[in-house]
């Protein structure tokens, strides 16, 4: 089955730095690829996500970056804000197959220092 | 915005009782998922659902699993006889039916936390 390997665990920045979050993939038929963002006490929110036809997407201060041959995929975060703090998970599926189950990551706790 | 909703928010057993978690997905939302992720750990996969059906599921989902879709709305999670490992947190997940615009996203409720004592 799919394996999926996130790191860092945690990462620590500055308010206005840039994050980024990588992740590895091991089924080369995985084609669908999100990153979910945890609050404490809450449920995983989608923020961004990429699928296998995507080099890279782009949403305001998020970007995530695929890369096939490798397959190894990125979260980046510009400009951070302290509210940005929270447990960011990647995971993969076969996307819109039957089987299009999620596998995640470990997580990365980010913290933004003010 | 539509959003998947889970009762209750915390439940506390005594080990070798029944628990019955409920979530309501997303109105037009066909795809349903279990996922449990323990304090600490990653959120890991326990069964899908289509077409009121179990479509897929994990080597943990084991007989004393069960899920169903009583009504339009409703999508349940059974455990039959708690064990203190099924303590964590339960998400509910859904998504929206193969051919639709959005048919890859999951969308996760805000879980329901298990206490198995």
């Known amino acids: 089955g799919e394996n999926v390997e996130q790191h860092p665990s945690t990462l620590s920045v500055q308010e206005g730095d840039s994050a980024v979050i990588k992740c590895t993939y091991s089924d080369s038929a995985s084609n669908y690829f999100p990153w979910y963002k945890q609050e404490l006490g809450k449920g995983p929110q989608l923020i961004i996500d990429?699928?296998?036809?995507?080099g890279e997407k782009k949403d305001q201060r998020i970007a995530v970056t695929l890369n096939k041959t490798a397959k190894h995929f990125s979260l980046h975060i510009t400009e951070t804000q302290p509210e940005d703090s929270a447990v960011y998970f990647c995971?993969?599926?076969?996307?819109?197959?039957?089987?299009?189950?999620?596998?995640f990551g470990k997580g990365t706790m980010l913290l933004v220092s003010p | 915005e539509p959003e998947v909703t889970q009762t209750p928010s915390h439940q506390v057993t005594q080990m070798g009782q029944e628990v019955i978690l409920r979530c309501v997905p997303i109105s037009n939302h066909l795809y349903f998922y279990w996922y449990r992720q323990i304090l600490g750990q990653k959120v890991e996969f326990l069964v899908s659902f289509y077409n009121n059906e179990i479509s897929e599921k994990s080597e943990i989902f084991d007989d004393q699993f069960s899920v169903e879709r009583p009504d339009g709305s409703n999508f349940t999670l059974k455990i039959r006889s708690t064990k203190l490992e099924d303590s964590a947190m339960y998400f509910c997940?859904?998504?929206?039916?193969?051919?639709?615009?959005?048919?890859?996203?999951?969308?996760f409720g805000p879980g329901t936390r298990l206490t198995v004592t």
């Open positions: 997940a859904s998504r929206r039916d193969r051919g639709l615009p959005g048919t890859y996203e999951q969308y």
């Open positions: 990429i699928r296998s036809n995507v």
């Open positions: 995971a993969a599926s076969k996307g819109n197959s039957g089987y299009s189950t999620l596998t």
